[in-house]
Structures are given as structure tokens and as C-alpha cells.
């Protein structure tokens, strides 16, 4: 099948319809991917079209990097034209995929700033939420103002956005910066944060099995200062604690981390002081015995004197 006789919106069309759907089809988005992608410009694209084709490929769980850097390059060409809503959207997508080009999240953050009384509470926080995982720092987007826009809409709020602002606020500490959020709003952001749904896996049961079949001492499913809750904190050397993350299939697109994944790790690293050694999953699916975990783990955590 040729797309040359789609239209932009026919092909933004397509991919949002299945991705709303639930229905990642690989090589169908793959297709477009190519298609779009390998045109010599998205003039053509609107900035609706921009958006919800980078939306329809991370709600589908489908990285793309050409795509993303093309689709990048164009939005950031239509800049002040952009709605906030689409622009939101827009970098929600990059930092779920894991795209955070830093020139991208520099010359938005500009725009963003002189759309700030524009923006409601979802794209307020999709907005944090993505500087966050990007790791990209604004004075002039993230600053009081922003804090006074994030404290109007305190009373509605999703659990959701509560959770995405703990993780922006968690970036400010990472950053220094001396922006907090108003204390009762972060207080909401961090129960919500941390009272999220956690549920053990097989895979995770497993891992655990194996570290403590080394002899190893450690905690399960322990909640950090940061409020992030890690499947195994493990004791090493004099005193040392290593925090081993099993990451299965949700936290990679591809084998690639996504952006909630990247920014766990950084931050359990960078504010509670604990290195993260990460567990694939495909990687521990194929071992196929316990000597050959157990030697994995050995190596993972730095500890030849496991036995």
C-alpha cells in the first residue's frame, strides 16, 4: 500500500485512531513512520497534525526516532503558532518515547512561557512533567509565575497531574532551583504520589528469589525518601545500599526506557543517594537457571563476594 496519496491529516488520522483504540500495529505505524519521516518537509503538516501523530505513536507505545526528530524539527519551525494543547501533547509524546533533544525542549520552553495563561491544569502538567523527564532547565518558564499558575488550578487536579508535579518538584530539588510548590499542593502531590497502585510480578518475585539465594540482605518494595517505592534494596560492601529495579515490558518501548523509567532511575540516584542497577526483563528471560542469575546478579551488583 502507497501513502503518497495520504493527506497529513489522513495520516495523523490513522495512527491516533489506532493508538486511541488500543491497537499498536507495529508494521502499519512502522510504515509511516517511514512515510513521513522521508518527505523532504511537513510544510504541509498543521500543528495539529504534529501533535497527534507524535501523541498516536507514544499512547501506542511505538518509538520511531527519524519520525520524532522530523516531526521535532517542524513543530519547532511553527513554535508561536502552536496552541498549547498541541504543544503540550507534543512534549508529552517526546519525553514518554524517551525523546529529549535539548534543543527541542530549549526553544519551546520560550513559547510555552508566553502562553502560560493559556494553558490548563493538564498541559500545565504534562508540560512539568516533560521538562522533567528531559532534564532541561527554563528560569523564564519555570519560575514563580509557573508556580502561581500550578497553585490556581490546586483543587483540580488529577491524581494523575498530583503525581506528575511531585516528579517536577523532585526536578526542582534535583536542580536547586528554590522553586516549591505551595506546601498544601505539594503535600497532595506526594500522597498521591505515593500511594499509587504497586502490584509484584512473577519476573520481580523471581529476581527476588535469586538475590536472596546469594544470601544477600535486603528489603522489598521499599518506600524512599523521594516517595519512589523500589522492588529490592539491597545491602553491599560497608554499608552500601544498591537499589535493584526489575524493569519489565511497561518501562521500554523497543528495549528502549521510556521517560518515566529514565527519570525513576535519575532521581532515586540524585536525591536519595542510591545507585540503581536495572534488571531487564529480556535479558533475565534468558537465563535459564539459577547459576546463571545468581552470576548475573553477581556482576550487576559489583559483589564477588556472593557466593
Not at 535539548?102 to 502562553?115: C, G, I, N
Not at 536542580?175 to 498544601?184: V, Y
Request: glycine share 6%; hydrophobic share 35%.
Amino acid at each position: 500500500m502507497s501513502l503518497d496519496s495520504f493527506k497529513p491529516q489522513n495520516l495523523s488520522n490513522t495512527a491516533w485512531a489506532f493508538a486511541t483504540a488500543g491497537e499498536s500495529h507495529s508494521e502499519l505505524f512502522e510504515k509511516i513512520g517511514d512515510h513521513v519521516a522521508g518527505r523532504d518537509s511537513l510544510d504541509s503538516f498543521n500543528p495539529q497534525n504534529l501533535s497527534n501523530t507524535a501523541w498516536a505513536y507514544a499512547t501506542a507505545r511505538v518509538f520511531h526516532s527519524r519520525l520524532f526528530e522530523k516531526l521535532s524539527t517542524a513543530d519547532a519551525r511553527k513554535g508561536e503558532f502552536i496552541e498549547t494543547q498541541h504543544k503540550s501533547n507534543f512534549l508529552w509524546a517526546c519525553a514518554t518515547v524517551g525523546y529529549t533533544d535539548e534543543r527541542l525542549f530549549s526553544a519551546f520552553a520560550p513559547v510555552m512561557e508566553s502562553k502560560l495563561d493559556e494553558c490548563n491544569e493538564q498541559e500545565l502538567a504534562n508540560i512539568a512533567w516533560a521538562y522533567s523527564v528531559a532534564n532541561v532547565p527554563s528560569k523564564d518558564l519555570f519560575n514563580e509565575g509557573y508556580v502561581g499558575a500550578l497553585a490556581a488550578y490546586e483543587k483540580e487536579f488529577s491524581a494523575k497531574e498530583f503525581r506528575q508535579l511531585h516528579q517536577w518538584q523532585l526536578w526542582q530539588q534535583e536542580l536547586e532551583s528554590g522553586i516549591e510548590l505551595p506546601r498544601s499542593l505539594q503535600e497532595k502531590c506526594r500522597n498521591a504520589f505515593t500511594s499509587q497502585g504497586y502490584s509484584e510480578s512473577k519476573l520481580q518475585n523471581d529476581v527476588v528469589n535469586e538475590l536472596r539465594a546469594t544470601g544477600l540482605d535486603l528489603d522489598e518494595e521499599v518506600l524512599l525518601g523521594s516517595g519512589y517505592r523500589i522492588d529490592a534494596l539491597v545491602k553491599v560492601g560497608n554499608g552500601g545500599r544498591v537499589a535493584v529495579e526489575v524493569d519489565g515490558p511497561s518501562h521500554f518501548i523497543q528495549r528502549w526506557p521510556v521517560g518515566s523509567t529514565t527519570l525513576k532511575h535519575r532521581q532515586v540516584a540524585r536525591l536519595d543517594c542510591i545507585e540503581v542497577v536495572s534488571v531487564p526483563y529480556w535479558v533475565w528471560n534468558e537465563m535459564k537457571n539459577s547459576v546463571t542469575k545468581q552470576h548475573y546478579l553477581r556482576e550487576k551488583l559489583g559483589c564477588e563476594t556472593m557466593q
